[in-house]
């Protein structure tokens, strides 16, 4: 895997018949669609992937089979959070023998780790793991927060390569970069995962975007990710338009929490992208009413054979 990765690397929806059955179908289309639209990496089993309210079985066959369908295409980063570090592992070595290229990282989310015991967590669990890992900071979800320090000094291990930030805070992103970058680590990549702020956070020095939408629409990612490359603010802020335009009209259907999931997997199934949009439990996908929502949402979107139609 080069070093640091760089891009746009989505976190897939899992394609779900029911609770128990992956869809292979629409898992291939869905990649494939990825590929076609240009992305740097895929990532697997994350928060999006819905990997918590999976069992371990799918969890596996998913790495499995994107493995087996991406052949070797694009780096595949697979997530192993767990409460467990044996599952962790367990996992970790499952996506090894498949071929994927990194693993990703939360905290373990149910009992609360104060720094010095998360910084000794991974100090344990990294040499056991066969592939270099990406911390990843979802403190919404795990009830924990990576401080900048503790970055810093797991960064000094090799085989923790970078770091995936979800905390939609851009001066913790900064923080995050400027702590590792005191180390004289060099190759360290950051990857901002809230897709509305992932333009600026590239802009200034960060690698990449594992943003949810491109699932939709990998190009308008890939765009926004050349643009700040590039310092193109002029066409940052055309492209961001589209971006908060679907933030905003996509994910704010519902009341509740999984509303980003439903709204998400409601409109990969009615562009085509995977054919149902089954949730895990304990979720449920949205009724007619809000699927109809989701419709009009898209029909206000420049939409052309099923890909957003983005001006040079």
């Known amino acids: 895997m080069k070093q640091p990765l760089c891009g746009i690397i989505p976190p897939l929806v899992t394609p779900l018949l029911n609770n128990e059955t992956l869809d292979v179908t629409s898992l291939e289309r869905l990649i494939n669609h990825l590929i076609d639209g240009g992305v740097h990496g895929l990532f697997i089993l994350g928060t999006t992937g819905e990997e918590q309210s999976l069992s371990y079985h799918i969890r596996q066959q998913m790495i499995r089979e994107t493995c087996r369908i991406n052949a070797n295409r694009l780096p595949v980063l697979v997530c192993i959070t767990d409460t467990s570090i044996v599952e962790s592992i ?8 498949c071929g994927a290229s990194g693993l990703v990282s939360a905290p373990p989310y149910y009992f609360a780790t104060g720094q010095p015991e998360l910084a000794q967590f991974y100090e344990e669990l990294v040499p056991q793991l066969p592939l270099p890992v990406f911390l990843y900071n979802m403190p919404s979800h795990v009830k924990v927060n990576f401080a900048p320090a503790t970055v810093a000094r797991l960064s000094q291990m090799p ?22 970058q005191q180390t004289g680590r060099k190759d360290f990549a950051m ?6 702020i992932t333009g600026e956070c590239v802009l200034m020095g960060g690698h990449g975007g594992v943003n949810g939408g491109a699932n939709m629409f990998p190009e308008l990612y890939v765009a926004m990710y050349d643009a700040a490359r590039q310092g193109d603010i002029q066409r940052m802020r055309h492209l ?10 996509i994910y704010s259907i519902g009341q509740h929490g999984s509303s980003y999931l439903k709204g998400l997997k409601c409109a990969c199934s009615l562009l085509g992208v995977i054919d149902d949009d089954f ?22 979107l420049p939409i052309v054979n099923g890909k957003l139609k983005i001006e040079k």
Do not use: T
Request: proline share 4%; aromatic share 10%; charged share 20%.
């Open 279 to 300: 949730v895990a439990s304990p979720f449920y996908k949205f009724n007619q009413p809000e699927r109809d929502k989701v419709q009009k949402a898209l029909d206000a």
């Open 191 to 196: 990857l901002c995962g809230p897709e509305e």
């Open 240 to 249: 961001q338009q589209y971006i908060m335009q679907i933030s905003s009209s």
């Open 90 to 97: 367990r996992l970790a070595n499952i996506a090894a023998e």
């Open 159 to 180: 085989q923790v390569v970078g770091m995936k930030d979800s905390s939609a805070n851009a001066v913790y992103f900064q923080s995050v970069m400027y702590a590792v």
